[in-house]
């Protein structure tokens, strides 16, 4: 997928449009010891997000002896960036593309936020055919992302290549 194409699509979801200040994209990076394959796509895949003006944050996997390998802190990361981003004033709107609820509890305190400050308002990506478990509407609105929506932000490059 191509985030910057996702967040200008995003962007102008909507009853208003919004200019972008931030794009950002939190996942995991494997062990170049253990997944030299996965770890090299990967790293590429993080230079075109950069060259693209996207913020990457990427931290390791974990392994653990017998369990396929997991992300771990990525999203009390995004979830400490939205919140102290919105204390900071630095955005109207956070959109949040994530399945994950584990990030509610930040959605939450973005929640009391607006209801102090007036901002920020929030959505998050429901892709069509997917469930979802962010917010809890309609105090959260979904921006659905649909086939052909998904067709426009593909990425076709083969990074492990």
């Given at each position: 997928m191509d985030l910057a194409k996702l967040a200008r699509l995003l962007a102008g979801k909507g009853a208003a449009s919004f200019?972008?200040?931030f794009v950002g994209v939190y996942c995991g990076l494997a062990d170049p010891r253990l997944a030299p394959k996965t770890n090299s796509a990967r790293m590429k895949q993080i230079r075109a997000w950069e060259r693209a003006g996207v913020t990457v944050f990427a931290r390791p996997l974990q392994y653990l002896r017998g369990l396929p390998p997991r992300e771990?802190?990525?999203?009390?990361?995004?979830?400490?960036?939205?919140?102290?981003?919105?204390?900071?004033?630095?955005?109207?709107?956070a959109i949040i593309a994530s399945c994950d609820s584990d990030l509610?509890?930040?959605?939450?305190?973005l929640l009391e936020l607006r209801d102090l400050n007036g901002k920020p308002d929030i959505a998050v990506i429901a892709w069509e055919?997917?469930?979802h478990n962010l917010g809890r509407p309609p105090a959260v609105p979904f921006r659905w992302i649909g086939k052909l929506d998904y067709r426009a932000i593909q990425d076709p490059t083969d990074y492990n290549r």
């Amino acid at each position: 997928m191509d985030l910057a194409k996702l967040a200008r699509l995003l962007a102008g979801k909507g009853a208003a449009s919004f200019d972008l200040t931030f794009v950002g994209v939190y996942c995991g990076l494997a062990d170049p010891r253990l997944a030299p394959k996965t770890n090299s796509a990967r790293m590429k895949q993080i230079r075109a997000w950069e060259r693209a003006g996207v913020t990457v944050f990427a931290r390791p996997l974990q392994y653990l002896r017998g369990l396929p390998p997991r992300e771990k802190g990525v999203d009390v990361k995004l979830a400490i960036d939205i919140v102290m981003k919105a204390i900071e004033d630095v955005y109207d709107l956070a959109i949040i593309a994530s399945c994950d609820s584990d990030l509610n509890p930040a959605i939450d305190a973005l929640l009391e936020l607006r209801d102090l400050n007036g901002k920020p308002d929030i959505a998050v990506i429901a892709w069509e055919g997917r469930k979802h478990n962010l917010g809890r509407p309609p105090a959260v609105p979904f921006r659905w992302i649909g086939k052909l929506d998904y067709r426009a932000i593909q990425d076709p490059t083969d990074y492990n290549r």
